[in-house]
């Protein structure tokens, strides 16, 4: 099944640009030419808007498309709630916000038959989905495709960061495929399905209830770096109309995972145009910016994607990627600095190791450095970079991220008790001793 899928995979094509007014269609002459809605849509398809912002909002950041679809939106039955499963939303009201450093192993091997949605699995988050307000950090263990089931997110988008094995994404715009050192990026209300490229699939998610992700300002950086609009890949339109079986479509709303059983697929878009669409990005073109002269630029520097917020500067969630780069600085501490931070970073890591920890932070695992929590590079790491010979250095032997964001981060209960908690993670601080001279 999975070579099926994979060859799927090879073959797609994408639309280029990040926040492009972007049109597709899988039949020619489905998408309408001079209006949006005609009074008979082409091919006997239904006409039907997505809004993923309100109508009035600036127009430089309104997001919304326009489907043509077999069948309407609105022609399905009454939804169920459904168990949560490990899925958990803000407000996290059953535990405190913790100041202490929390560190964790990747999610165990999950039970034959579970796909994708089944293995997510919350780890916390802040705000309050409801008011459309904060983030949640998520993970995922999946070892079996989401057959004859479609999932949508009311809460949020979704920001999906593979660690292990690749996915391939059916949406309503077409289908995306995402491997390890890429990511997809799935809009508020966008109906999916994941398909798994290999045996199983493990890794992250940022749920954003804020405002939608955009590329960040680059300021007196120019017109040029960090993550090229043109980089981004929009699928181009795919539908399905060919299943004759019940399909469940369920759909988180205001933290509960509500179903219904419909008699067709959902994923019946057979063309569309707009810009709230979905994208998969390669992590491996973000286009570094660092020092050429001294010191270690702020985290900041390598931003992907940000969620702003109403005071300028302050993300609601920024999503950054630590990516193959030189380091040059002369008389500089290369790795990243000691920090105590008001913002709260969340850290994960694709591949390899990253260059603040020597040991114990692993691909699949991840960190949680609460607001003001202090943190940095741990003693072996410290000690060699104190004494390293400074030639240029190439850092290629690995791809971290963070998902960083202006409110505490409120662990679920069941991160707080998870078996793959490490305990000690204060001890990598452990023996740093006092160099004092004074």
Not at 19 to 25: M, P, T, V
Not at 222 to 225: D, E, K, L, P
Not at 244 to 265: I, M, Q, T
């Given at each position: 099944m999975s070579g099926d899928v994979r060859k799927t995979a090879e073959g797609l094509t994408y639309l280029s640009?990040?926040?492009?007014?972007?049109?597709?269609?899988a039949v020619p002459g489905a998408l309408p030419e001079g209006r949006n809605s005609p009074q008979r849509a082409p091919l006997g398809l239904y006409a039907e808007q997505l809004s993923g912002t309100a109508f009035t909002e600036p127009r430089a950041h309104n997001r919304r498309s326009w489907l043509y679809r077999i069948r309407p939106s609105a022609a399905h039955p009454e939804f169920s709630r459904?168990?949560?499963?490990?899925?958990?939303?803000a407000p996290f009201t059953e535990t405190v916000p913790d100041p202490n450093r929390r560190r964790w192993?990747?999610?165990?091997?999950?039970?034959?038959?579970?796909?994708?949605?089944?293995?997510?699995?919350?780890?916390?988050?802040?705000?309050?989905?409801?008011?459309?307000?904060?983030?949640?950090v998520h993970l995922y263990h999946a070892n079996s495709p989401m057959n004859d089931r479609v999932f949508s997110d009311a809460d949020g988008e979704l920001l999906i960061v593979p660690e292990r094995g690749g996915l391939l994404l059916r949406t309503e715009f077409g289908v995306l495929a995402a491997e390890p050192g890429e990511v997809a990026l799935i809009p508020r209300g966008v109906r999916f399905r994941v398909e798994l490229l290999d045996e199983s699939a493990r890794g992250y998610v940022c749920e954003n209830y804020g405002a939608p992700f955009q590329l960040p300002d680059l300021g007196p950086i120019?017109?040029?770096?960090l993550a090229n609009a043109r980089d981004f890949r929009a699928p181009?339109?795919?539908?399905?109309?060919?299943?004759?079986?019940?399909?469940?479509?369920?759909?988180?709303?205001?933290?509960?995972?509500?179903?219904?059983?419909?008699?067709?697929?959902?994923?019946?878009?057979v063309a569309w145009h707009g810009n709230h669409v979905p994208y998969?990005?390669?992590?491996?073109?973000?286009?570094?910016?660092?020092?050429?002269?001294?010191?270690h630029p702020d985290p900041s520097i390598f931003t992907v994607l940000t969620s702003p917020s109403d005071t300028p500067g302050l993300a609601g969630v920024d999503f950054v990627v630590f990516a193959p780069r030189w380091l040059v600085g002369e008389d500089t501490f290369r790795p990243p600095y000691f920090h105590r931070n008001v913002m709260s970073e969340y850290m994960g890591l694709i591949e390899g190791a990253y260059d603040a920890k020597a040991e114990g932070f692993v691909p699949g695992g991840g960190s949680l450095h609460n607001m003001m929590s202090a943190h940095g590079p741990d003693r072996d790491t410290f000690d060699k970079?104190?004494?390293?010979?400074?030639k240029p250095q190439k850092v290629d032997d690995g791809l971290a991220f963070m998902f960083e964001t202006r409110w505490p981060v409120t662990l679920a209960p069941q991160a707080g008790a998870a078996g793959h908690l490490q305990r000690g993670y204060d001890d990598v601080w452990r023996g740093l001793e006092r160099h004092f001279r004074g």
């Open positions: 640009g990040f926040g492009n007014e972007h049109g597709s269609e459904i168990d949560n499963g490990g899925v958990r939303t192993n990747p999610l165990p091997e999950p039970a034959p038959g579970t796909d994708w949605l089944a293995g997510l699995w919350t780890l916390g988050g802040n705000g309050d989905a409801t008011q459309r307000t904060g983030m949640a120019g017109a040029n770096g181009v339109a795919a539908y399905e109309d060919d299943v004759d079986r019940p399909v469940e479509v369920v759909n988180k709303f205001c933290g509960n995972l509500w179903s219904a059983a419909y008699d067709h697929s959902p994923l019946d878009v998969v990005y390669d992590l491996r073109r973000f286009n570094v910016i660092g020092t050429i002269s001294y010191d970079a104190s004494a390293a010979e400074l």
